[in-house]
């Protein structure tokens, strides 16, 4: 049974429970965090870095700017074309392709991948011939490649022979050099300047 006693402790807790409450200081609210450097700093930043000569420190700034902008295509284009130009043609190649996820038609990514694929398949190719080992269906599906890459680019062949220079037409009529009188026979050109070498 409840007597009067229970429900004074009760009353007492209770109130002591909302004196205790109010009295309690407010959370203070955590700091509110650093403004998100916008795109255009970020990009300003990296470029004078860049142009310092610290190509690391530049990336690390490319790649901030990737995470905090990943829906622009800029920093994967700073990142793509600077690997491409230290002839990192692998890396050059996955930061293209982020590219082409956000511009599926953008020239340059495209340009990038191709070339440096190219590159990187023309050295794999050599290290294989050096070493014998161009062979079999290898071979085959590298000459098949070679194929649609010569119907491509609307070539014959990839790469052209050196085609002499035609010989300039004389500006004057001059004599040949042998009906002259005293004049010295003069050798004609031949069309390897290294035969004379071999």
């Known amino acids: 049974m409840i007597t009067t006693m229970h429900i004074r402790r009760l009353l007492g807790g209770a109130a002591c429970l909302m004196i205790l409450t109010a009295c309690s200081t407010t959370p203070v609210a955590p700091p509110a965090p650093p403004p998100k ?40 284009t700073r990142m793509a074309q600077t690997k491409y130009d230290a002839g990192q043609y692998g890396d050059a190649i996955v930061n293209a392709q982020e590219i082409l996820v956000r511009d599926p038609n953008d020239q340059l990514a495209n340009s990038i991948i191709a070339i440096s694929g190219l590159r990187l398949s023309t050295r794999a190719l050599a290290d294989l011939s050096r070493q014998n080992n161009l062979s079999g269906s290898l071979r085959t599906e590298s000459q098949d490649l070679a194929k649609l890459l010569r119907e491509s680019l609307g070539e014959q062949v990839l790469v052209p022979p050196v085609r002499e220079k035609p010989a300039a037409a004389p500006t004057r009529a001059t004599p040949p050099a ?19 070498l071999k």
């Open 37 to 76: 450097p916008s795109l255009a700093d970020l990009m300003g930043k990296a470029a004078a870095v860049d142009t310092a000569g610290q190509k690391e420190a530049a990336m690390t700034i490319w790649k901030q700017a990737a995470t905090e902008y990943p829906a622009d295509k800029t920093p994967w």
């Open 178 to 196: 042998s009906s002259r009188k005293g004049a010295k026979k003069v050798a004609e050109p031949k069309a390897d300047p290294f035969d004379a």
